[in-house]
Nanobody, 127 residues
């Protein structure tokens, strides 16, 4: 069972910065849109940021201007950097990948949703 692995979560003070990383098999990242979902307090699973197979970046309005998503293909790694974090950034962040476009809101953040590759998530708490 292919699994993506996230790291970098934890407790962050409001106004601070965070850096999340996701690694996985090379074939998962090739020709795929790869991105970060956040599961919030109401269990909603929303796409925060992604990189398309053509390099196009997506940022949700809530993080636009203070986040950067990047991909290191040599290391099969997806990175999300966020500054000026806010309490509303709190949630469990999941890495996902799909050969087609990622939906903006998933029914749930876990394996089984549309055949996406998923990680198990990393918790971010901003206070």
């Amino acid at each position: 069972d292919v699994q993506l692995v996230e790291s970098g979560g934890g407790s962050v003070q409001a106004g601070g910065s965070l850096r999340l990383s996701c690694t996985g098999p090379r074939f998962v990242f090739d020709d795929s849109e790869v991105g970060w979902y956040r599961q919030g307090p109401k269990n909603e699973c929303d796409l925060v940021s992604s990189i398309g197979s053509d390099g196009t970046r997506y940022y949700a309005d809530s993080v636009k201007g203070r986040s950067t998503v990047s991909q290191d293909n040599s290391k099969n790694t997806l990175i999300l950097e966020m500054s000026g974090v806010k309490p509303e950034d709190t949630g469990r962040y999941y890495c996902a990948a799909e050969r087609g476009p990622l939906v903006r809101r998933a029914a749930y953040c876990a394996s089984g949703f549309r055949g996406y590759y998923w990680g198990r998530g990393t918790q971010v708490t901003v206070s």
